[in-house]
């Protein structure tokens, strides 16, 4: 068994990208600027915002944080994202999701401007995506293909089974993992809440992609032997005895399941730390796209 580790290669993507950014301020070209919106105070965005922050500052990026109250109306956040795509100095911005009930997420998904949409949410975006077309791949999936390649992980004619159908991860997981070329080549089944025997389709699996966000669904066996089992799953639990008062949990039952798999992502420190320098590189994609 192989753990794919994600922290080590987010941290080799995050060198390859600074070293970039050293090239282009020594040419003494503009870096690249990513901005994050975040709406309300909920803890987990919070967290990972920070973390998307704290990253640009590491590889060299400027970025600014944008911090709107839980009490924002629609009209505001519109009103803020036009103001950001206007904005010459920004390359790239992403609106952190979820966001409160009184805002139509898909209007703000449609609102970015395609060419600074680092998410890759945008249905422009997404449309190129399932067309093979030059494009921002959302983050996470961008991060669980370039973690199959950096470990040479054969997925030409295997059976990936993705679980959860989230726009964010399970349905672009799904499409890419099924386009032409390499990660991908696979062939692909799409599980979620109203599949049927969702075990037995699981247990036929040369790939498990569980991006379902319920801790230990995962069982050893339900999975064939070296499987590959890529875990996206990112829970809270309560825990009075830790020091933040939670610990994070994936999907999968790790200690278990590791000892039939043939690769598997941990968590933390597997797709995680992977999303963030993905959403780097995006941006790092959006500043070279803007100079030429
Ligand atoms: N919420 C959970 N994951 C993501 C992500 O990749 N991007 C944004 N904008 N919000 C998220």
Redesign the pocket.
């Known amino acids: 068994m192989e753990i794919l580790d994600g922290k080590k290669i987010s941290n080799q993507i995050k060198d390859e990208i600074a070293a970039e950014v050293a090239k282009m301020r020594e040419r003494g070209e503009k870096v690249p600027h990513l901005a994050a919106v975040i709406v309300g105070s909920d803890g987990a965005?919070l967290t990972?915002v920070g973390s998307k922050v704290r990253a640009c500052e590491r590889v060299g990026f400027e970025s600014t944080m944008v911090r709107m109250p839980s009490t924002t109306s629609e009209q505001e956040l519109l009103k803020k994202i036009h103001e950001l795509n206007e904005d010459k100095d920004i390359d790239g911005f992403?609106?952190?999701?979820?966001l409160p009930e009184q805002i139509d997420t898909q209007k703000v998904i449609m609102a970015v401007h395609p060419d600074k949409d680092v998410?890759g949410?945008h249905p422009m975006n997404f449309g190129k995506m399932a067309l093979d077309m030059s494009t921002f791949i959302?983050?996470?999936p961008f991060g669980i293909l370039e973690l199959l390649e950096r470990y040479q992980v054969d997925t030409k004619g295997k059976h990936t089974v993705v679980i959860g159908r989230s726009h964010?991860v399970g349905r672009p997981m799904s499409i890419l993992m099924g386009r032409k070329g390499w990660p991908g080549n696979s062939t692909v089944t799409l599980t979620h809440s109203h599949t049927k025997n969702i075990t037995q389709i699981i247990s036929q699996a040369d790939i498990v992609i569980s991006a379902l966000g319920v801790p230990n669904f995962l069982k050893a066996e339900m999975v064939k032997d070296d499987a590959v089992v890529i875990d996206v799953g990112i829970t809270r639990v309560p825990d009075d005895s830790t020091e933040k008062g939670y610990y994070i949990t994936g999907d999968v039952d790790y200690e278990n399941v590791s000892k039939k798999a043939s690769f598997i992502t941990p968590v933390p420190g597997g797709v995680g730390p992977m999303?963030i320098a993905m959403?780097l590189k995006n941006t790092l994609l959006a500043r070279e796209r803007h100079r030429s």
Do not use: H, K, N, R
């Open positions: 965005s990972y992403i609106v952190q999701l979820p998410d949410f959302p983050a996470t964010i999303t959403l």
